[in-house]
Nanobody, 116 residues
Framework: QVQLVESGGGLVQPGGSLRLSCAAS????????MGWYRQSPGKERELVAT???????VYADSVKGRFTISRDYAKRTTYLQMNSLKPEDTAVYYC??????????WGQGTQVTVSS
């Protein structure tokens, strides 16, 4: 059972920055993709950014140019640097991975609130 632990959420003013972290219990080579998703009240969970097969990076159009996904293999940690935050970025952010068998695992989520 893969375990993912997110951290770094909080309250930030519009235009501010936050960095989210997701620590995995297994080596990245176990995963087909590893990324960040978010869910706002009344909405479905949506992709924010992900790294596929360790090579290809995909971003939602709404965050391109503002968010950056990266990872540290030695620390088994994935990061989401979020700049120029907007109120519409407010959501619970989840780290998610899928393995070679197609199983998906989720972290517990971390709240990000962008408000003045």
């Amino acid at each position: 059972q893969v375990q993912l632990v997110e951290s770094g959420g909080g309250l930030v003013q519009p235009g501010g920055s936050l960095r989210l972290s997701c620590a995995a219990s297994e080596n990245f080579f176990s995963f087909i993709d590893m990324g960040w998703y978010r869910q706002s009240p009344g909405k479905e969970r949506e992709l924010v950014a992900t790294i596929i097969s360790g090579i290809r990076t995909v971003y939602a159009d709404s965050v391109k140019g503002r968010f950056t996904i990266s990872r540290d293999y030695a620390k088994r940690t994935t990061y989401l640097q979020m700049n120029s935050l907007k109120p519409e970025d407010t959501a619970v952010y989840y780290c998610g991975v899928s393995d070679a068998l197609g199983r998906r695992y989720w972290g517990q989520g971390t709240q990000v609130t962008v408000s003045s």
